[in-house]
C-alpha cells in the first residue's frame, strides 16, 4: 500500500459500458457511501459477490429499469473501496436516469480514469498495470491485447521492480564501501560490483526490446506513401489494405487531401497515409495538398518514396530531415523488372498485379524492428520506453566511474536509473505525471 485509501470521502459514479445501445450497460459506484447510494436505488444490497436482480428506482420511487446488482465490500474490489455495479440495460437515456439518480443521492460524477487512479492510490495495482488496462481496452490487435495482458497480469512491472530491487542493492555495497573504507574487502577494487553493474544493464537492455515490441503493437508504424503524380501511391494504398479507398486515376494530381488508412502486418497496425503527388502547381488546390503532403512526411516513422518505374529512371530528391525512407518501383507489370528487391533501400513492385506486395509488407515490418513471433511483448508506451532509456544512460554513465572507484559519483547515477524505473509502476513520480496519465483513460475507467 502506497497511500492511505481515498482521503477526500467522495463516492464517485459513471457509467463504465460504452456509449450506445446494449444488451445491457453497466453503473459503477465506488466509494464509502457507494452502498447507502445503491440501497437508496435498489433496496437491500445481496450479499457480496452474488449478483441478484432488483428494480432500479428514482427518488420520488418510480421504476427506472431492472437489472441486476453486485457488491465488492473493500478492500477486496477493483478500486479498494466499496464498490457497487448496478447492470441496467445498456441505452443512453436509461443509464443517463440511473446516473442522475445516483448523483442526487450523494455520489459525484467520475473524472476520467477516476476508478483506475483510486485503485492505484490504494495499492490494488501499479501505474504501470493502471496503463495496460487501457492498453487491452484500446488494443487495436491480437497480439497488442496479448502484450497488454501480460502486462496487467505484472509481469512487466515484475522484471523492472527486479531490475529496479538489484539497482539498490548495489547501491548499498558501493555506499557501504565509500562509508567504511577501512572495511577489509575493498568492494571498490575487487572488480565484482562492475560485473553485477554489467549484469543489471543486460537484463534492462533485454527488457527493453520486449517494450520496443509492445510499444510498436501499441502505437504501430507511420507510412506515408509520396511521390510525383501519377506514380501509384492511391492504387498501393488500395492494394496493401485490399479496400477501394482512395481515388485512382489516370489524370495526375487526382489526390488532394491526406487519406489515412489502418491496416495490419502480421498484427502489427500501420497507419497509412496517401498524399498529393509533389510537383509545382499553378492549381491552388493542389498547392495546398502538396503543402499537407510534406508535411505528412516529415510527421510519418517510414516514407515510401513511389514512382513509375515504366516511366524511365526516377531520381530520388532529396528527402525531408531524419525520415527514412523506402524507395518504391511500382507498375513493373509495364517495365518488365523483377519483382522484389531493387537495390538498397529500393523495391520494386506492382500495385495492379499485386507482385512484390509481400516484400513490401516484408520491408515495412524489418523498418519497424518487428518481429512477428516475438513472443514475451509487454505493452509499453513512450513513456516507459523514455524511462528506460534514461535508466540505461545512467547505468552507461555509471560503468566508467565504477570502474575508476568513483564509488560517489557512481552511486547517483545508479540513483538517477532507480529513480527512471521506479516511475514506470508509479514508485516514485510527482502528482503532475499521475494527473496527465489518468486524465487520458476514459470515464468509468
Ligand atoms: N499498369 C499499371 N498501372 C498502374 C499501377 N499502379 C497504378 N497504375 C495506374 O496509374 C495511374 C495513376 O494511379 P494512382 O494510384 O491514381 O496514382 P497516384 O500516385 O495516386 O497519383 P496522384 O494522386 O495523381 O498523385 C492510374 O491510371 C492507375 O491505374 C501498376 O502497378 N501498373
Ligand atoms: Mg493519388
Excluded at 444490497?45 to 420520488?60: E, G, H, K, N
Excluded at 527486479?162 to 571498490?188: H, M, Q, S, Y
Excluded at 509488407?361 to 513512450?382: D, H, K, Q, V
Aim: glycine letters at 12%; proline letters at 5%; one cysteine or more.
Amino acid at each position: 500500500m502506497r497511500r492511505p485509501v481515498n482521503t477526500s470521502g467522495d463516492t464517485i459514479a459513471a457509467v463504465a459500458t460504452a456509449p450506445g445501445y446494449g444488451g445491457i450497460g453497466i453503473l459503477r459506484l465506488s466509494g464509502p457511501n457507494a452502498a447507502g447510494i445503491a440501497n437508496a436505488v435498489c433496496g437491500a444490497l445481496p450479499a457480496p459477490r452474488q449478483a441478484s436482480l432488483r428494480t432500479f428506482r428514482d427518488s420520488a420511487g418510480q421504476a427506472l429499469d431492472q437489472g441486476l446488482v453486485l457488491f465488492f465490500p473493500a478492500p477486496a474490489s477493483f478500486t479498494g473501496e466499496d464498490v457497487v455495479e448496478l447492470h441496467g440495460h445498456g441505452g443512453p437515456v436509461v443509464l443517463d436516469q440511473l446516473l442522475c439518480c445516483c448523483l442526487e443521492r450523494g455520489a459525484r460524477a467520475a473524472r476520467a480514469g477516476e476508478f483506475s487512479e483510486r485503485a492505484f492510490l490504494n495499492g490494488r495495482l501499479d501505474l504501470a498495470q493502471a496503463e495496460a488496462i487501457a492498453d487491452l481496452i484500446e488494443s487495436g490487435s491480437a497480439m497488442a491485447a496479448r502484450g497488454a495482458m501480460r502486462s496487467l497480469s505484472g509481469e512487466f512491472s515484475r522484471q523492472v521492480t527486479a531490475i529496479v530491487e538489484a539497482l539498490i542493492g548495489l547501491r548499498t555495497r558501493i555506499e557501504a564501501a565509500i562509508d567504511f573504507p577501512e572495511e577489509e574487502i575493498d568492494f571498490l577494487a575487487d572488480g565484482e560490483l562492475s560485473r553485477q553493474l554489467a549484469l543489471l544493464d543486460r537484463d534492462l537492455d533485454e527488457l527493453r526490446k520486449r517494450a520496443d515490441q509492445g510499444a510498436l503493437l501499441r502505437h504501430g508504424l507511420e507510412v506515408a506513401l509520396a511521390g510525383p503524380p501519377n506514380a501509384g501511391k492511391s492504387s498501393l494504398l488500395n492494394a496493401l489494405s485490399g479496400e477501394d479507398t482512395a481515388i485512382v486515376h489516370h489524370t495526375p494530381g487526382t489526390t488532394r487531401d491526406l487519406l489515412r488508412c489502418d491496416v495490419q502486418i502480421e498484427g502489427l497496425p500501420v497507419h497509412l497515409v496517401d498524399t498529393a503527388g509533389l510537383r509545382e502547381s499553378g492549381d491552388a488546390v493542389e498547392r495546398e495538398g502538396v503543402r499537407r503532403a510534406r508535411r505528412a512526411l516529415a510527421g510519418a516513422d517510414l516514407v515510401l518514396w513511389v514512382c513509375d518505374d515504366s516511366a524511365g529512371p526516377q531520381p530520388l530528391p532529396p528527402g525531408e530531415d531524419g525520415t527514412p525512407r523506402l524507395q518504391v518501383f511500382n507498375k513493373i507489370d509495364l517495365s518488365g523488372r523483377a519483382a522484389g528487391e531493387a537495390g538498397p533501400g529500393a523495391l520494386a513492385l506492382s500495385a495492379r498485379t499485386g507482385a512484390g506486395l509481400a516484400h513490401l509488407r516484408s520491408a515495412l515490418l524489418a523498418a519497424a524492428g518487428y518481429r512477428p513471433a516475438g513472443e514475451g511483448t509487454f505493452t509499453a508506451r513512450r513513456r516507459h520506453l523514455d524511462a528506460m532509456a534514461r535508466a540505461a544512460r545512467c547505468l552507461h554513465a555509471a560503468a566508467p566511474l565504477l570502474a575508476a572507484r568513483d564509488g560517489e559519483l557512481a552511486a547517483e547515477e545508479l540513483r538517477g536509473a532507480q529513480h527512471a524505473l521506479a516511475e514506470i509502476t508509479g514508485a516514485f513520480g510527482s502528482e503532475e505525471l499521475l494527473g496527465q496519465i489518468f486524465a487520458s483513460f476514459c470515464i468509468g475507467k
